[in-house]
């Protein structure tokens, strides 16, 4: 709710007696959802961006089982490193406008491929609280597409419609964040999907998982599906709780139950997923070896973040080959 609207403290107050939710954290969830509302008015913003992440799990798939904390995209308006290098100054410009035509203190970030901005405000309970915004420049293919889907909001009925990922994809960049950051909200999301028992392919959903495993910055090889029993009940109450309802008192233990034989399936790789993975670690990209005919693969070696990491390999090989 913007500064300039009296009662907003009742406001939430109201609604958080209404869900459940902590009001602070309702607030956020609030935020986050005016932002999206203000990206999606904005033509170029609108096409050339595409919601992933915890909120779009939570808010586009799932009816808000926990509230979310930051916006993550991918830019996907161009496949191309002129076309990208050409929009992502007018990306950058476009949501620094919104921020401040918002009210919002900021501050970025730039890192090779990622754009966050921090952003800054006082709540309605008179303390700082902060929002991130992150953009993902190198994910500008998407394996399957993208599709609209609607805002489900805790507050009043909203027509928000946003693009995000296809299901498959969404769910195993998920799987991904959580056993490389091991992160209490990413159990939950993993949690919540075995729990709602959402329908997806699951052979289809390795695979992918296994794409972008190998995508990531550390080696997907060192990866293990136990890796989920190192958060602890303390990580739970510190880091989940405060984005759940009151009344759910989740444990630690009984969620790494529920999730663990779905991860050791992630894991459990046939001949032919174990032959791609060692070969892209060779420098040797194949993935018609991996996606067979489940999808066309092939565009994927135009995938920016297989060029940068198959040339980084390939860099890392040659060196070695030295010593």
Not at 89 to 99: G, H, N, Q, T
Not at 107 to 134: A, C, H, P
Not at 146 to 171: W, Y
């Amino acid at each position: 709710m913007d500064r300039s609207i009296p009662g907003a403290k009742e406001y939430f107050e109201s609604f958080s007696k209404k869900t459940h939710f902590q009001r602070d954290t309702l607030e956020k969830a609030y935020r986050l959802e005016n932002l999206s509302k203000e990206i999606n008015r904005h033509p170029e913003l609108k096409e050339g961006l595409v919601l992933k992440g915890g909120t779009a799990l939570n808010f586009l798939y799932f009816r808000y089982p926990r509230l979310s904390i930051d916006l993550d995209f991918n830019f996907i308006a161009g496949i191309e490193k002129e076309e990208k290098d050409k929009e992502r100054p007018r990306i950058d410009e476009s949501l620094r406008a919104i921020f401040r035509f918002k009210g919002y203190d900021y501050e970025t970030q730039t890192e090779y491929g990622l754009e966050k901005y921090f952003l800054r405000y006082i709540n309605s309970s008179g303390n700082i609280d902060r929002i991130k915004v992150e953009i993902n420049f190198l994910q500008r293919l998407s394996l399957l597409g993208v599709e609209k889907r609607k805002f489900l909001s805790p507050f009043e009925e909203s027509d928000l419609a946003l693009n995000t990922l296809k299901g498959p994809e969404l769910f195993a960049g998920k799987m991904l964040a959580l056993v490389n950051r091991l992160a209490p909200r990413d159990l939950y999301d993993i949690y919540t999907l075995q729990r709602e028992r959402i329908k997806l392919d699951k052979i289809l959903l390795r695979k992918i998982f296994i794409f972008f495993g190998c995508l990531a910055r550390r080696d997907f090889r060192e990866y293990h599906a136990n890796d989920i029993e190192r958060i602890t009940e303390q990580d739970i109450r510190r880091k989940l709780l405060p984005l759940l309802r009151k009344e759910e008192r989740l444990k630690a233990g009984d969620m790494i139950e529920t999730v663990r034989p779905f991860l050791k399936d992630m894991f459990d790789f046939t001949p032919e997923e174990s032959e791609y993975i060692n070969r892209f670690f060779e420098a040797d990209f194949r993935p018609e070896i991996l996606f067979g005919d489940l999808l066309d693969s092939t565009d994927l070696e135009k995938h920016p973040m297989v060029i940068w990491k198959q040339r980084h390999l390939k860099e890392w090989l040659a060196k070695q080959k030295k010593t």
